[in-house]
């Protein structure tokens, strides 16, 4: 048997550095061996081929999970510019077997989950041999040392072995010192490295210590010299836990190559050190030519005069600090002061989108996935939808045919937890008919697609499946009310009669008039969608209805006797029911017209729901927020005049009523960004009712009620504020003269004014587009 002191070719690298990986590309240049052992999972032996094919494009990485528990995975992410790429490269451009060495995945991902993590090479240990080597050079800076040493030399112009043997040397002086401290990276290492060591002895019997390279971290490369006997090696690895696994290439991105973003042996810098690596001569030049780029997309003046000079700075930076090549620091430094004229807000778009960048690598169709992964790739591609790295928005219009199926799989795959999208609010139209969402594919989101897995093997089949079983699972009436409306926004025809199954079951049992109101909206906002998407919600409307009516019955005594935070919930669940009554009778307004029995129903539903508000307004034993918000809703839907609204609140604000209640009221009526301190500007009754209440309050109330009215007010927009205080400051006598005295009813004229009201359609249209625009009076 060979050992392995017969001293096979060792390069101990750095993951992701591009200075190692233009060492490692010379080094087996000159030594040409014939096979290369990487430090990687050997599951991934059968992926190797695909490094070559010409839809794969790095970043990516190999991606392991145990098959029967998808979330259980690790990376192991690549670069152009990481030294085992260029070794896989390289092999397979020579024809000459490459083969990973590292412990298999079978282990790793059976390792507990305090113990599992992303290959962390060099970078993952407890103690970083890179600040120690820094440190005894006399550097207090690990990475501009690096650079120094590493990443601005040349790779060994004579013997482009040399830079590895001295690496070696110093990781096994390193070695002895911190080797043995105990803890889990010691633990972890021990069989990785025999693991290791297994593999290679295998490569050496087959080609011969002069036919075998290894590319691995420095780290690992004493212990790989290391003379132990294949009995050890075996016996640290025997009686380990597995799982069975599945490995694959994933697409992976710059950012999630950086250290901020949580990888263990990531850089600072990736998009700096593609440059650099990618760069053929020139590379501060080339670098601030790209920054000068970026800024004037940005529409910011920069000029080949301002390149020149950050040019010659980042030289005499350089220069000054006794470095051989401006870095980072230098390039970054004459970016601030020459491009960005002292301003760092320029100069974090520079490091978000070129330091770190956004490159999102591509792996060949042919690639093993699971199912579903393929079934979204198609359907990716036909919808024309491409995952990318840097978040975008995209606006869809349900009208047309490829937004909708657009929109139906970026809710699915919110079914499915795999939130590749997330909604925004549409800019310009409120209309049903369209959505925004904001982009951004994350490598994380294959682990996701790999879990969702177990629930089918196409997006449709597996979201489903899974509403299905979210529907039975569901802890609440809310809760199933909302599913239903994802169903339906997801297009999930065959998922809806288990979800209104469940719905009806909880919606009998449910006696909490809380939880009805909570579910109504979610309900209801379901069958308006189903009409912008063509879907039948019939069983909706009639759960939905059926649920108002129970609403209906409870509400009123759910209202009294409630301390202030159970008064302000439930004063926003009358809120939510007003709404959700409005959006039933506008859905059947056309059949309501007609005199239909759905738009007869609807149309009672809302006769019932304002008498209800009129039994909230009229009750003392109603919270006071309540009945305050049933009479404003009541004013706003022409159901009490103004006079009766006036004579109202002057109930509400008589001396006999605690202060405490009275603020209450206030707030239900002009607060809850209800559009109050409008009402107050153009209504000088109600106005002049606050107004001496709130004057006639004791000292020692108003202490009490003073943040009640604090936060009520507090919600008014400036100008609302400031026309408030002006009117309060004139006094009684001089308000009709500024608000609504022409009319001679103070705040209100006898009857709208049609007129005047059309002039202001032109600009409406604009503002909100023709499609938007809703013919007043239809």
């Given at each position: 048997m060979r050992d392995v002191a017969e001293r096979p070719l060792l390069l101990g690298v750095r993951h992701h550095g591009p200075g190692s990986a233009r060492g490692v590309r010379a080094a087996l240049e000159a030594a040409r061996p014939r096979?290369?052992?990487?430090?990687?999972?050997?599951?991934?032996?059968?992926?190797?081929?695909?490094?070559?094919?010409?839809?794969?494009r790095p970043p990516v990485a190999l991606l392991g999970h145990a098959v029967d528990e998808p979330g259980r995975s690790a990376f192991w992410p690549m670069a152009e510019f990481s030294p085992e790429w260029v070794a896989l490269r390289w092999a397979l451009e020579h024809g000459v077997p490459a083969r990973f060495i590292d412990l298999p995945a079978a282990h790793s991902l059976a390792w507990d989950k305090e113990e599992e993590g992303e290959d962390g090479g060099v970078e993952g240990l407890r103690v970083d041999p890179l600040a120690a080597l820094a440190g005894t050079a006399g550097h207090d800076d690990p990475e501009r040392w690096w650079e120094d040493v590493v990443e601005h030399r040349s790779a060994g112009e004579?013997?482009?072995?040399?830079?590895?043997?001295?690496?070696?040397?110093?990781?096994t002086a390193l070695r002895e010192a911190y080797d043995g401290t105990g803890g889990v990276d010691d633990d972890r290492d021990a069989l990785r490295e025999a693991s290791m060591r297994l593999r290679l002895r295998a490569a050496l019997r087959e080609h011969g210590a002069g036919g075998v390279a290894v590319v691995c971290g420095a780290w690992h490369v004493p212990a790989l010299r290391r003379r132990t006997t294949v009995a050890a090696d075996r016996a640290l690895l025997k009686g380990l836990p597995r799982v069975k696994a599945d490995l694959t290439w994933v697409p992976w991105t710059h950012r999630r190559l950086a250290r901020v973003g949580g990888y263990g042996a990531g850089v600072d810098s990736p998009g700096w050190y593609a440059h650099l690596f990618a760069a053929p001569d020139r590379p501060v030049e080339r670098w601030l030519t790209k920054v000068a780029g970026l800024l004037r997309e940005e529409d910011r003046i920069v000029s080949p005069a301002?390149?020149?000079?950050?040019?010659?700075?980042?030289?005499?930076?350089?220069?000054?600090?006794?470095?051989?090549?401006?870095?980072?620091?230098?390039?970054?430094?004459?970016?601030?002061?020459?491009?960005?004229?002292?301003?760092?807000?320029?100069?974090?778009?520079?490091?978000?989108?070129?330091?770190?960048?956004?490159?999102?690598?591509?792996?060949?169709?042919?690639?093993p996935a699971v199912p579903l992964q393929r079934d979204l790739d198609r359907t990716q591609r036909r919808l024309r939808l491409k995952p990318e790295a840097r978040e975008r928005e995209a606006e869809l219009d349900l009208r047309k045919d490829n937004d909708a199926e657009r929109s139906r799989l970026?809710?699915?795959?919110?079914?499915?937890?795999?939130?590749?999208?997330?909604?925004?609010?549409?800019?310009?139209?409120?209309?049903?008919?369209?959505?925004?969402?904001?982009?951004?594919?994350?490598?994380?989101?294959?682990?996701?697609?790999?879990?969702?897995?177990?629930?089918?093997?196409?997006?449709?089949?597996?979201?489903?499946?899974?509403?299905?079983?979210?529907?039975?699972?569901?802890?609440?009436?809310?809760?199933?009310?909302?599913?239903?409306?994802?169903?339906?926004?997801?297009?999930?025809?065959?998922?809806?009669?288990?979800?209104?199954?469940?719905?009806?079951?909880?919606?009998?049992?449910?006696?909490?008039?809380?939880?009805?109101?909570?579910?109504?909206?979610?309900?209801?906002?379901?069958?308006?969608?189903?009409?912008?998407?063509?879907?039948?919600?019939?069983?909706?409307?009639?759960?939905?209805?059926?649920?108002?009516?129970?609403?209906?019955?409870?509400?009123?005594?759910?209202?009294?006797?409630?301390?202030?935070?159970?008064?302000?919930?439930?004063?926003?669940?009358?809120?939510?029911?007003?709404?959700?009554?409005?959006?039933?009778?506008?859905?059947?307004?056309?059949?309501?017209?007609?005199?239909?029995?759905?738009g007869t129903r609807q149309g009672g539903l809302r006769r019932r729901w304002l008498r209800v508000l009129r039994t909230l307004a009229a009750r003392d034993a109603v919270a006071g927020v309540v009945r305050?918000?049933?009479?404003?809703?009541?004013?706003?839907?022409?159901?009490?005049?103004?006079?009766?609204?006036?004579?109202?609140?002057?109930?509400?604000?008589?001396?006999?009523?605690?202060?405490?209640?009275?603020?209450?009221?206030?707030?239900?009526?002009?607060?809850?960004?209800?559009?109050?301190?409008?009402?107050?500007v153009h209504d000088e009754r109600l106005l002049a009712l606050v107004d001496a209440w709130l004057t006639g309050v004791s000292v020692e109330a108003f202490t009490d009620v003073?943040?009640?009215?604090?936060?009520?007010?507090?919600?008014?927009?400036?100008?609302?504020?400031?026309?408030?205080?002006?009117?309060?400051?004139?006094g009684p006598e001089q308000r009709a003269d500024v608000v609504g005295a022409a009319s001679g009813t103070p705040g209100f004229a006898a009857e709208a004014d049609g007129e005047r009201a059309d002039a202001v359609l032109p600009v409406v249209r604009l503002l909100l587009g023709d499609d938007d625009l809703v013919e007043v009076g239809a």
């Open positions: 096979t290369v052992l990487i430090e990687g999972p050997p599951e991934a032996d059968a992926l190797i081929a695909l490094a070559a094919h010409e839809d794969m004579r013997d482009p072995f040399a830079p590895f043997a001295a690496l070696e040397e110093a990781m301002h390149v020149i000079e950050a040019v010659r700075l980042a030289e005499a930076l350089a220069a000054l600090r006794g470095r051989p090549l401006p870095g980072l620091g230098e390039t970054t430094d004459a970016v601030r002061a020459v491009l960005c004229e002292g301003s760092d807000v320029p100069l974090a778009l520079v490091h978000d989108r070129l330091v770190v960048g956004d490159a999102l690598g591509e792996v060949p169709a042919g690639a970026l809710h699915r795959l919110r079914l499915l937890h795999v939130p590749w999208g997330r909604p925004a609010a549409s800019r310009g139209s409120t209309g049903t008919f369209r959505e925004t969402w904001r982009l951004r594919w994350e490598p994380e989101l294959s682990v996701r697609v790999a879990e969702a897995g177990v629930w089918g093997t196409t997006v449709l089949a597996a979201a489903t499946a899974k509403a299905q079983a979210d529907a039975v699972a569901a802890r609440d009436l809310a809760e199933v009310t909302a599913l239903a409306e994802r169903c339906l926004l997801a297009g999930l025809p065959d998922a809806l009669p288990t979800v209104m199954r469940v719905l009806a079951d909880r919606a009998a049992l449910d006696a909490d008039v809380g939880h009805l109101a909570q579910a109504l909206p979610a309900l209801v906002r379901a069958q308006r969608y189903g009409d912008v998407r063509g879907t039948d919600t019939g069983a909706l409307a009639g759960v939905a209805a059926g649920l108002a009516e129970r609403v209906f019955v409870g509400l009123p005594p759910a209202c009294a006797a409630l301390d202030a935070e159970a008064a302000e919930e439930m004063r926003r669940h009358v809120d939510a029911v007003h709404g959700a009554v409005g959006l039933l009778a506008e859905t059947a307004g056309p059949g309501e017209r007609s005199g239909d029995a759905a305050g918000r049933a009479v404003r809703l009541l004013l706003d839907e022409g159901e009490v005049a103004g006079e009766e609204a006036a004579r109202l609140m002057g109930l509400a604000l008589s001396p006999r009523t605690p202060p405490a209640d009275a603020a209450a009221w206030i707030e239900g009526f002009v607060g809850g960004g209800a559009g109050g301190g409008l009402l107050l003073l943040p009640l009215l604090r936060r009520t007010f507090a919600a008014y927009e400036t100008g609302v504020r400031r026309t408030l205080g002006e009117l309060v400051r004139r």
